[in-house]
């Protein structure tokens, strides 16, 4: 059951288009983290170490949650250098990053977009139900932000903002969808599926953020 | 010394009763994760999220410690199911889940009591000195509660209130005992043992609720 | 890719001389946790816990996100057992602790070198480059104090205080620079190359504390 990185890592990753866009990916979730880490006066290594936690926890708890050794940035460090250097550059220049800030969001709705469909990707071979498809792109597309938020000692964000985790359920289910309609009919290649899911989640964030949309919020007090 | 699920899946599911007690313990446990939620006026995907880990970060925390893959949920994902359930329920009628507190209290002291047992029987094969049963005991009992107050961004409410890891070492402890008198003599069923240390820990518990029972704090300021 | 841990721990180990050093370090690494829980009024489990979080967490960590089972303290409860010990020493003479303040700095600069020098061990067998030992280095020497002070509900020192990662990242860069010069040249020992990486790390760590010497920040606002 336990599969080792031989076994999955082809299947991910073969198709380079989504190596393409998980690179812009754990860019752009490197900047946000290393701004994160400026917003609280962190000295350089802070600054890296949050940028590398944003981009790749993610991923990383859900490799773990799920058993799947070795981790990415361990298999490949080079993704840590990467993200390292983001993270200088948003350093140097922490203005040109705000201001263009909606270049940033793009890139970050992209990143988050892409990461659910790794997820789903990854957690399909787990359990037949597709369950763990859904929970796998969640697990990826959010807990880079939550490590993020509680490295930084506050309330993770992506609980009270604009639709961030119901992005990431929503590729994972429809990348799911997907793959039990083509199992049976073969309409579309792996690659159109992964472009749709990331168009689709990529749209639902913008959309999200444009009108300001989120889930009711539960409030109680004894 | 690592061990795929089939192997100790058995041993502790056979036991139909431990998993009737576990669903009670997991709807209890995500039923109060639910409610901190709420505290926080958290989204619905935060109530579910903080649900889950409420419920089931004990066991994972647990699992992915020791190396025991896959974890429950990812397993058995009917689980997460119960559990959003139960926290979807609980945004409904807040009011009723506070109104029967006692109630409620039952039921979080009976998973606090399954959710060691469990991790005892779990840590047993690890070490054969029993040290590890009880650790196991201890970090399945205590780390749904410790992740829950992270992610609402607070100190662990473990670590100050009425005895609550205490009652998790205690059925630790007396799991142990009765395991290693039970190797020579055999005089209990493998089902009385866990009825004993389920019924010890849920009295102590609730008598440490009734007298405010806690272990002494330590005061230190420079 | 993934090995047991009959294969890495003699490797580690077979130095008594770094068995002794690692004693030293999470003794005063779990003295360290018990004074921060102390701050905050924890109960006598909470320090318990928080001095084995801090002594152990950096290499349960590190075992984790590399795939090394079982970690150390499964497979060595008695480590447990020293942690908890010294927790309570503490807790019954915080201010002797605290009197000896400098001793006490002396050894945690101590476990920091240790624990770098024995994470480079572990990451170097991981990937040919280099890059995990450095890797295992910081994590090993920085992830304790911080799950500390995330448990403590603060935002982690080590992003914020004297040189502490960046000496982590300096003693894994050495290590991993002798080890490549000596598998041509073969002039030192196993043995002298920790001590020569410690002796090192050691230093820098004492003369980041004495002239305050810190990474400079980055402070960023909207």
């Known amino acids: 059951m336990r599969r080792g990185f031989g076994l999955h890592f082809p299947r991910i990753w073969r198709v380079k288009l989504l190596t393409i866009l998980y690179i812009i990916g754990i860019t752009a979730e490197g900047m946000t983290g290393a701004l994160a880490a400026g917003r609280h006066n962190m000295d350089w290594f802070g600054v890296l170490f949050i940028a590398c936690v944003t981009a790749l926890g993610g991923g990383s708890i859900r490799d773990v949650l799920f058993g799947m050794y070795p ?9 840590l250098a990467i993200i390292c250097i983001s993270a200088l550059l948003t350093m140097k220049i922490p203005y ?33 139900s597709g369950v763990m498809a859904i929970t796998g792109a ?15 000692a506050r309330i993770p964000l992506v609980f009270q903002k604009e639709l961030y985790a119901s992005v990431a359920l929503l590729v994972g289910g429809l990348y799911v969808a997907f793959y039990f309609i083509n199992t049976h009919y073969r309409i579309l290649s792996e690659n159109s599926i992964i472009l749709i899911c990331i168009a689709v989640g990529f749209s639902a964030r913008l959309i999200a953020i444009r009108y300001h949309l989120g889930l009711p919020t539960f409030k109680f007090q004894n």
């Open 96 to 128: 040109f990053v705000v201001k263009f800030e909606r270049t940033f969001l793009l890139l970050d709705a992209l990143g988050l977009a892409v990461f659910s469909v790794i997820g789903a990707r990854v957690g399909l071979d787990l359990h037949p």
């Open 138 to 152: 969640i697990i990826t597309g959010i807990f880079g932000g939550i490590l993020r938020d509680i490295f930084c």
């Open 71 to 79: 981790l990415t940035w361990v298999a490949h460090p080079e993704y």
